[in-house]
């Protein structure tokens, strides 16, 4: 059996007027796709209405080969998915091993079964324990044997690193998505944090709404944001409006060339990849530095505009400061701006 | 068809919210029929005196046990004074004794030669004959002495909920601890107070044993006395709507007070009341307060009773002692097994699909505030239709009669219990579900697992604690249930509580302790349990 998920044109509507809208998405074995956005963005509800908790108004779900919504309706319990929650959901009554054999047979295969993936897991030794005794890294190990043990053709992870202890947080979540990947388990995981969605993710889809406005791998979406939300909450920013006049937006780094007439506002958004500093270079620009204030990893630079009294502020790495705070020159690389058109 | 039954549980819930709404909805076809005779009857003679004595219990036993249920809460939480962690839990004991039991002891206690007749003339260096004990004033002291721990429990809760914060800003402010009491500490506690005393108004409204021995005429005994001496359904329906409406409009008055004023701990952090300690003197003073209510709710009627039944011991005949425990216990066991059963199915409808559920099982949950005499006759009506109809259909068809079926049946009684006692175990299985996150259902549900699965094998498991008491619950309230039980009961079925009562009436007070220690002793057994959590 072909191990991915395809969603096509999936909608849904809360009664409070929330809405997913015609989503699209397909997801191929091996493969981590993470939805990304803010509360209320739709994420936690599409991985609902693909487990079955709640129903799309259209659209089509298919798991594997077989459609579990649209011409036909497969029960929650029908789909083969696994899921991991924030809130771990270990059974507190079941030992760890009842916890990973609740969806097994108990034939002569229980307990071998249920100690291969122990094995898998790195928690040999644990069948007796009980979830009040463990850490939550321990925990969430154990939900992850317990839906394997389903034989799932897709895994869902509704944040479920969210509750884990930040300095182990990224071993335990590597480890579970190394384990996922050699599975061959095709994964989609929600986050509202851009950080997890970077390092674990294969595949970011940033949603807004419950519309997605963006996506691509990590480093695509960090270089060629398509939307300005998705540019902000992906990695760090320094954001402006100017409006165009013949075409080109002035900025205090140098022209921009865009395609509309006169008189549309644009949002500029730069990453500090943009700034970069060369002596003796022609296109380095003089900089009025009034103040800076060192952010560790970045300094934010404000600086006195080309015209007038204004004052810009914008974040450059800080590995470049030394040379620019006495030379006050630097280097704008416009690909690393990008433009989006004011509605 | 799947999606059909992806919510069964759903409908099932709903299903079975109808048959237990259904009775109370019936009551409500008496607001639209016309009187007949022997209602006007009652309209022009004995009407006003129901609703006016009524209304004086209900108002009299609202402020008495507010006063004694706030204040003790309020001395327990916030004092320490010698043996507070026992008067604690000590003091929700006189739950355990039905308040038609505080009658008879009392009545009896202050009758002539009683023993509070004799030590009052001793104290007070005068010949006292008998205190009358038969009138409204003996109802209103019975009340507020056994029904005040509904208050207390509730008041005390609250009290501990409240954050110190609010305390020490209060002290801060210049304000000296009376005033903190009923500046800060009472009107947060509101809503809890407020709940307790209208808890209170049900079971007094609700009464029929302490009226009926007392001679008290109030609503639940007219509803009675129309059934049962003038055989007229029509005016018991009548009276049943009257109490009905006075409880639903009670019971929107407490939400519409609730609504305007939003009462949460909203301080950033909770901390707990600093106890101050007390003076030999004001600690002695506070255990006098807390004590009075245990003497006169438990203490004094429980010794009353035990010397009762040791001076009667002789006049029992065990079998039929026996046999009427053995009644009395199946009907309470039955009962409360239909009600687990019910309100399981219920509240998991509700939480596998609110949305379908939620509406109908709160409305079945309200069945607790409708009295016992009331939902009798609300089961009786649609049993009685039944009844007629198989008999006509047994009479056209087979020349026979078959009599009254349900009626005068276990099915009828049970039924009437299911309507008054559902909310009981729907509130403490719902309390224990509650604490189970929903996210275990979700897994439980991806790993294959069926609704009725997730139930037996995840949500009844792990709230095993919260079904068990919900069952102990219901057992006791029907061992201790009078009208429903007096109006609906199988021709010579006997229960201990209506035997209790009998005697009573009949003035054989000895022989109505031992059935009546037999209830309080199961009675004792929940609070035992809830006395576990307050230590």
């Known amino acids: 059996m072909k191990n ?10 809360y009664k409070n007027g929330k809405s997913i809208n015609n989503f699209n998405l397909e997801i ?68 760890v091993k009842d916890n990973i054999g609740f969806s097994l047979t108990k034939n002569n295969k229980y307990i071998s079964t249920i100690k291969k993936l122990l094995k898998k897991i790195g928690l040999e030794g644990y069948e007796d324990r009980f979830s009040s005794s463990m850490s939550g890294g321990e925990q969430q190990r154990i939900a992850l044997a317990r839906a394997l043990a389903n034989k799932p053709n897709v895994m869902l992870l509704d944040e479920p690193f969210g509750s884990l202890d930040s300095s182990s947080k990224y071993d335990i979540a590597l480890d579970i998505i190394k384990i996922l990947k050699k599975s061959k388990t ?22 807004l709404d419950g519309y997605i406005i963006d996506q691509g791998t990590p480093e695509d979406l960090y270089a060629n944001s398509r939307h300005p939300f998705s540019a902000k909450l992906i990695g760090p920013t320094s954001s402006f409006i100017f ?94 701006a990008f433009v989006f058109p004011i509605k | 068809m799947d999606i059909f039954f992806k919510n069964s549980w759903a409908y099932a819930s709903v299903i079975l919210s109808l048959i237990v709404i259904l009775p109370i909805l019936i009551i409500f076809f008496f607001l639209f029929y016309s009187g007949n005779d022997t209602w006007m009857h009652l309209k022009e003679t004995v009407l006003a005196s129901y609703a006016i004595n009524s209304f004086i219990l209900l108002i009299f036993s609202g402020i008495g046990t507010l006063l004694l249920g706030t204040v003790t809460a309020w001395i327990v939480v916030m004092y320490i004074f010698p043996l507070k962690k026992y008067l604690e839990w000590l003091l929700v004991l006189p739950l355990a004794i039905p308040s038609y039991a505080l009658a008879y002891v009392y009545s009896d206690l202050l009758d002539y030669g009683g023993f509070l007749t ?54 801060v402010s210049g304000l000296n601890i009376f005033s903190v009491f009923y500046k800060v500490a009472i009107p947060l506690a509101r809503p809890a107070l407020i709940g307790g005393v209208i808890l209170v108004i049900m079971e007094t409204l609700a009464d029929f044993g302490v009226a009926d021995y007392l001679g008290i005429e109030t609503f639940t005994k007219g509803i009675y006395k ?26 929107s008055l407490e939400k519409i007070m609730r609504g305007k004023s939003e009462f949460t701990n909203d301080t950033r952090i909770f901390r707990n ?34 010397n009762w039944s040791l001076n009667s011991i002789d006049n029992v005949n065990i079998y039929n002692f026996l046999n009427l425990v053995l009644s009395s216990f199946t009907l309470a066991f039955i009962a409360s097994i239909i009600c687990i059963v019910f309100a399981i199915i219920i509240v998991y409808g509700v939480r596998t699909n609110e949305k379908i559920a939620s509406p109908f099982a709160r409305l079945a949950s309200l ?91 995840v949500n009844a498991r792990i709230g095993f604690g919260g079904i068990s008491l919900g069952l102990l619950i219901v057992f006791v309230d029907v061992l201790k249930e009078l009208p429903a039980t007096m109006i609906l009961r199988p021709f010579g079925l006997n229960t201990l509580a209506v035997k209790a009562h009998e005697y009573a009436i009949d003035e054989r007070l000895g022989d109505a302790s031992i059935p009546l220690l037999a209830i309080i002793v199961v009675c004792l057994l929940p609070l035992f349990i809830l006395a576990k959590g307050i230590k």
């Open chain 2, 118 to 171: 004799i030590l009052f003339s001793l104290i007070m260096f005068t010949e006292i004959n008998t205190i009358n004990f038969y009138s409204i004033y003996g109802a209103i002291f019975v009340f507020i002495f056994s029904l005040y721990p509904y208050v207390y429990l509730l008041a005390r809760q609250a009290f501990i909920a409240q954050s110190g914060t609010y305390i020490e800003v209060a002290k």
């Open chain 2, 273 to 306: 009341f600093k106890f101050k300690k007390l003076n030999k003197f004001l600690g002695i003073i506070a255990l006098i307060i807390c004590s009075i209510p245990i003497f006169i709710g438990f203490i004094i009627p429980f010794i009353t009773l035990v």
């Open chain 1, 28 to 95: 191929n074995s091996n493969e981590v796709v993470c939805i990304l956005g803010p509360s209320g963005s739709g994420k936690t509800t599409l991985l609902r209405l693909i487990a079955g908790f709640e129903d799309p108004i259209n659209g089509e779900i298919k798991v594997g080969n077989n459609v579990v919504f649209g011409s036909k309706y497969v029960p929650t319990e029908k789909r083969a998915i696994g899921m991991l929650f924030q809130d771990i959901a270990l059974f507190p009554h079941l030992s």
């Open chain 1, 243 to 336: 409006k165009a006049r013949n075409g080109i937006l002035y900025t205090p780094f140098g022209k921009i060339n865009v395609s509309s007439s006169k008189g549309i506002s644009y949002e500029v958004i730069i990453r500090p990849e943009a700034f970069t500093f060369s002596k003796n270079s022609k296109k380095a620009f003089t900089i009025k530095i009034l103040k800076y204030k060192y952010l560790g990893l970045l300094t934010e630079l404000e600086i006195s505009a080309h015209k007038g009294n204004k004052t810009t502020k914008f974040f450059i790495f800080s590995n470049i400061l030394d040379k620019v705070l006495p030379n006050k020159k630097l280097i704008f690389n416009k690909e690393w």
């Open chain 1, 4 to 13: 991915n998920l395809k969603i096509t044109n999936l909608s849904h509507k």
């Open chain 1, 186 to 207: 095709p994964t989609i995981m929600v986050s509202h944090d851009p950080q997890e969605a970077m390092r674990l993710a294969d595949r970011i889809i940033v949603m």
């Open chain 2, 226 to 251: 129309a059934w049962f001496n003038l055989g007229d359904i029509v005016s018991a329906g009548k009276l049943s709507i009257i109490l009905l409406i006075t409880i639903s409009l009670i019971i």
């Open chain 2, 367 to 457: 069945g607790y505030s409708i009295p016992g005499a009331v939902a009798a006759v609300g089961v009786l009506i649609p049993l009685a239709w039944l009844d007629n109809f198989i008999n006509g259909i047994s009479l056209m068809y087979f020349n026979t009669s078959l009599g009254l079926i349900l009626t005068g049946s276990w099915f009828a009684l049970l039924f009437a219990y299911l309507v008054r006692f559902l909310a009981l175990s729907m509130n403490s299985v719902e309390s224990s579900f509650i604490k189970i996150p929903k996210s275990l259902d979700y897994v439980a549900k991806v790993l294959g697992s069926s609704d009725s699965k997730i139930l037996t094998k």
